[in-house]
């Protein structure tokens, strides 16, 4: 039994990496690491910091869904972020839960 429930977490672990990286490779395939990396400020914030920034604001999601699609200005400094038109509803939805689930 205790090597039944060693595989069911190795198992999990290695969906959790994959899942992870398949996030990683659509924000790269959608363009915003041109301007974002994980861990640092490069033309915007860094995705964790934007993380930390909305993670106790329940409306994050949606706000942040909107700010992606529509773009932003002011929130981080004074370069605007363009909007997202190409990136479809279903994406931007993935990409935004991936960025609030960084830690």
């Known amino acids: 039994m205790k ?3 060693m595989g069911v977490v190795a198992a999990s ?23 974002h990396t994980v861990d640092k400020k490069l033309v915007g914030p860094a995705l ?8 106790d604001d329940a409306g994050a999601q949606a706000k942040l869904e909107e700010k992606v699609k529509k773009g932003s200005t002011g929130v981080w400094g004074p370069i605007a972020m363009p909007p997202n038109s190409n990136v479809s509803d279903a994406n ?7 960025i609030l689930s960084l830690k």
């Not at 672990?13 to 301007?35: E, P």
């Not at 910091?49 to 909305?54: E, P, Q, S």
């Open 92 to 98: 931007i939805k993935t990409l935004v839960s991936f």
């Open 3 to 5: 090597a039944v429930w």
């Open 13 to 35: 672990a290695l969906l959790m990496v994959g899942t992870a990286q398949a996030n990683a490779d659509l924000a790269k395939a959608s363009g915003c690491m041109n301007c």
């Open 48 to 55: 964790k910091d934007i993380a930390a920034k909305y993670k």
